[in-house]
């Protein structure tokens, strides 16, 4: 069967498209940096990219709620500080309000600064962080203690308004950890930072009494009862801070932890899917020469005429 010159050159047709669209390929991966520029290109790389993408996306999620939990942590640490200083100040009056010298005069005195020290600690119940309420559990929508007050405005009773229920975060993949404190437990959970029925500790509660102990001039009371249930709630509020460091040192293990992960990840995903440059440029080169000289082959064709049958 006899080849014609048109059949000789219509089947170099593919062979120019080809080349042509392998250089195009090559092109845009040099372009864009990315090797893999559609799943058929290569589907065993591209299905372990989405996979590398979805891990890299849930680590720097994990690492943005550790910012998170770790910036609740520091104002909880906080709070409980200042919550330690109002009951250390709490203490100092009620040693000095103890001394038998003082007058009734004297104590009530030191009732109005107990008052306003009651009030300081209503205040710690209510901080917030970005709005939410940091001690009230989950119910962060409000202050986590209210008060019931009497005639002359002071504070004759506390009620929390949080629940019993931990906020929690996911610091690695897969691995989720509770980061606040209760402000009480008596709705449930295992400590209550300014209440805990477990431990009978209550600070507000022991404010309160001694504020009316000294009012009522009864110094006996203020020394064998307020001080001793103000000794335990400082050590009480020491658990809890100590409680909030360790939340804040598993946080920072995490991060750390994530962080490696993800340096990890993107090490391997360069290596999985970004173009490596120089190689890129030999197979450009060597798919311009292959081009070209198929383009020779194929000019060569079309300049043959009748007089080179005639020769």
């Known amino acids: 069967m006899r080849i014609s010159d048109s059949q000789r050159y219509g089947g170099l047709v593919p062979r120019y498209q080809d080349l042509l669209a392998r250089q195009i390929k090559v092109q845009q991966q040099i372009a864009s940096g990315i090797r893999i520029q559609k799943a058929s290109d290569a589907p065993g790389d591209a299905a372990r990219s989405h996979l590398m993408h979805t891990t890299r996306s849930t680590l720097e999620q994990n690492l943005r709620n550790l910012d998170e939990g ?8 906080n709070a409980l500080n200042q919550a330690v200083s109002i009951v250390q100040r709490m203490d100092e009056l009620s040693v000095r309000a103890g001394d038998v010298t003082l007058s009734a005069a004297e104590r009530a005195n030191i009732a109005q600064e107990v008052d306003q020290l009651l ?3 209503l ?16 119910q962060t929508g409000q202050p986590a203690f209210t008060a019931t007050r009497d005639a002359q405005g002071r504070i004759t009773a506390v009620t929390y308004q949080g629940n019993g229920e931990d906020r929690s975060l996911e610091v690695e993949p897969g691995r989720a950890m509770a980061y606040n404190l209760l402000g009480s437990n008596e709705a449930g959970g295992d400590f209550g930072a300014l209440r805990d029925t477990a431990a009978g500790v209550d600070i507000f509660d022991t404010a309160i009494r001694l504020r009316d102990f000294l009012l009522a001039n009864d110094s006996a009371s203020v020394t064998g009862i307020s001080l001793p249930e103000l000794k335990d709630a400082l050590t009480h509020l020491t658990t809890g801070l100590a409680r909030v460091g360790g939340l804040q040192s598993r946080m920072n293990q995490s991060e750390l932890t994530d962080e490696d992960h993800l340096e990890l990840v993107q090490k391997q995903l360069s290596q999985l899917i970004e173009t490596d440059l ?9 798919l311009d020469v292959a081009y070209r000289a198929a383009l020779q082959v194929g000019s060569r064709i079309m300049q043959t005429s009748l007089l080179d049958y005639l020769r």
């Open 70 to 77: 770790q910036a609740w942590t520091e104002q909880t640490n």
């Open 119 to 121: 009030e300081g600690m």
């Open 123 to 138: 205040d710690v119940g209510a901080q917030t962080y970005r709005g939410r309420t940091i001690l009230s559990g989950t």
């Open 278 to 286: 120089a190689e890129a440029a030999v197979e450009a080169s060597e």
